[in-house]
């Protein structure tokens, strides 16, 4: 599996296999409760990368859903096997109530995870209001795929249907808003040659009330920022006199209004950071990230498994270890997260007491979650498979 294609230019990684472990024994805290159908899941809407996580998020309101669309591409007019134009993918908004979308404007992108990476964010401002995205500079219907091309910062206001422009460009553009969505975050990577220039690239941070970006001193992948202040994790590029065998990114953790960086976290292989957005639960305490420890398998032989370490901030170590889950966002609580397991059974799992309480069964597919709303995929009763928002109580 390779996600972000372009972006791990930078973070040489490594893939790893998956084990399974059960979960602390389960407490009932959470129950689904006003259940809102969205719309069937045809195949442009199939998002596979990932299984579909983070590839649909909701607005703050919970009224829009953002989701990655696929676009297929057309065939040669003389019944050409091969393809006039390569696959596309599109940012596209869904007024639930309405039951309308809208395509954001410019280039598609030549790529779903970069565009699935860039949704696992904070793409949406505090008030639901305002979408930032990267903007393609070129034709219209010609994909641009990250690294290969040139991108712009855009900001799309949703009740006035308007795309504004900055003067920001580079080859990679991958944008969010901070938790808190009173500051913008991108980072502006320079790609020569098809290959990232990190002396050129740069992290930059502005206001929302009037832009003006600054450069940080620190450059690599932003992960999920932290919900109640000026934190931001960070997957750096590995060393390059590394070899290929060890090379690996570094987790840290920056201080952006104070400019500096504050502690590097525990990580073996760092391969699935950028595969899996990082989550913090909703008090900002505790962090779960995806990661890989070596493991021996019964032949003997040292194998990778999948791993979500869980940092406490507070007392500023790994608090735990949980094998092959994956976490989904906050659950309502102040130290709760959402995880996704290998049976693809979901649970919520409290970082302070270690105790599961069970969510969805294996008939959904948890896709996101923000704290109170989750968006899922379930099968309908003809078979077919349906997008729905839910609320947590």
Not at 54 to 66: E, G, N, R, V
Not at 83 to 91: A, E, N, S, T, V
Not at 191 to 219: E, L, N
Request: glycine letters at 8%.
């Amino acid at each position: 599996m390779k996600t972000l294609n372009q972006l791990t230019c930078l973070l040489v990684i490594t893939i790893a296999s998956v084990a399974w472990a059960e979960g602390a024994k389960p407490q009932p805290t959470v129950k689904i409760v006003n259940e809102t159908r969205i719309f069937k899941l045809d195949d442009s809407r199939n998002i596979r990368e990932n299984a579909g996580v983070h590839s649909m998020c909701l607005s703050p309101d919970a009224k829009t859903l953002l989701y990655v669309q696929r676009i297929a591409p057309a065939a040669k007019p003389d019944g050409d096997d091969r393809m006039q134009k390569r696959r596309g993918y599109r940012l596209v908004l869904r007024d639930i109530k309405a039951g309308r979308d809208t395509i954001l404007p410019g280039a598609p992108s030549g790529s779903d995870d970069f565009l699935v990476a860039c949704v696992s964010m904070h793409p949406f401002d505090a008030a639901g209001k305002n979408i930032v995205i990267p903007i393609g500079i070129g034709p219209s219907d010609e994909p641009v795929r990250p690294g290969k091309g040139q991108m712009q910062l855009g900001i799309y206001n949703l009740a006035a249907g308007k795309l504004k422009k900055f003067d920001l460009t580079a080859s990679v553009i991958f944008p969010s808003y901070d938790a808190e969505g009173k500051n913008l975050i991108v980072l502006a990577m320079v790609a020569r040659d098809g290959r990232p220039d990190m002396a050129a690239s740069k992290i930059v941070i502005s206001p929302v009330d009037k832009i003006k970006f600054q450069k940080i001193g620190i450059t690599g992948l932003p992960r999920s920022p932290y919900p109640v202040g000026d934190i931001l994790p960070v997957l750096l590029p590995p060393a390059r006199d590394q070899g290929e065998a060890t090379r690996r990114g570094t987790f840290v953790l920056y201080d952006t209004k104070a400019d500096k960086r504050l502690l590097m976290l525990p990580t073996q292989s760092g391969g699935k950071i950028d595969d899996y957005n990082p989550q913090w639960t909703g008090d900002g305490r505790y962090l779960y990230y995806v990661d890989s420890e070596n493991d021996q398998s019964p032949d003997g032989k040292m194998r990778p498994k999948s791993i979500t370490r869980i940092w406490d901030r507070k007392k500023a170590v790994e608090h735990a270890i949980i094998e092959d889950v994956v976490p989904i966002g906050p659950a309502p609580g102040k130290s709760a997260m959402i995880l996704k397991y290998k049976d693809r059974s979901c649970k919520v799992h409290n970082a302070a007491t270690a105790k599961t309480s069970p969510l969805l069964g294996e008939e959904t597919k948890l896709i996101n979650a923000n704290g109170r709303f989750l968006v899922y995929v379930k099968q309908d009763k003809d078979g077919t498979e349906s997008v729905y928002r839910a609320e947590m109580k």
